[in-house]
């Protein structure tokens, strides 16, 4: 009598258990290196994001002799560019990443121009632009201007400011720094657990 030997075909219940649980750890371990990143890298990205901006609009203004501005607010910010024809500064429509940019949520923007070493220094610190800013507020309220906080003079100079990004959402807090001094380049800090 011959004995037939029978070939298995096909995979045993163990391998296939043992081929999804590879699966799953690949997946899992791919999931958490390349999905969201910490509060602290976005803070960085975000503060890198408008560093980049900023020296493209200052390169600009000087390159096109136009006066440009930037517009900040808690939860983002706007770039400007004067338009001596009706002498308005209207929000810059090129390139699309100018235009008003909001912050990720937990972030928030503060900003000071006044009370910095280098401020009394600046050409800028000369001129009065809150005066300015002030007989705007007190017409009427279609004729109300919008005035950077922030000026990039064609002339290369720009307004002295120190810019904070923070997220405070949850512990631990993350800060860093933006500043301009007169010109750019601007400088910027590293991304740290203390408000600068």
């Known amino acids: 009598m ?20 590879l699966f799953g750890l690949l997946v899992s371990a ?5 999905s969201w990143d910490n509060r602290d890298d976005q803070l960085e990205q975000e503060a890198h994001r408008f560093q980049q901006l900023f020296h493209y609009a200052a390169e600009t203004a000087l390159m096109r002799q136009q006066e440009w501005g930037v517009v900040i607010k808690p939860n983002g910010y706007e770039f400007l560019v004067y338009q001596p024809d009706n002498d308005k500064w209207l929000p810059a429509d090129s390139p699309a990443s100018l235009l008003w940019h909001e912050l ?5 923007l503060k900003l000071e121009l006044e009370g910095l070493p280098w401020q009394e220094d ?7 632009w809150a005066a300015d ?12 201007a919008v005035l950077p906080h922030i000026f990039i ?16 959402s949850e512990r631990p807090f993350w800060y860093v720094e933006v500043r ?9 800090e590293q991304v740290g657990s203390q408000l600068p």
């Open 133 to 144: 800013a002030l007989e705007a507020e007190q017409g009427q309220a279609d004729d109300v």
């Open 180 to 188: 301009g001094e007169f010109s750019i380049p601007l400088y910027r």
């Open 2 to 21: 011959q004995r037939t030997a029978s070939k298995q075909i096909g995979f045993t219940l163990l391998e296939v258990i043992l081929v999804i649980l």
């Open 153 to 168: 003079l064609s002339s290369g100079e720009i307004t002295p400011f120190q810019l904070i990004l923070q997220d405070e």
């Open 30 to 34: 791919v999931v958490v290196n390349f």
């Open 122 to 128: 600046s050409l800028l610190g000369e001129l009065n």
């Open 104 to 108: 990720p949520a937990g972030q928030e």
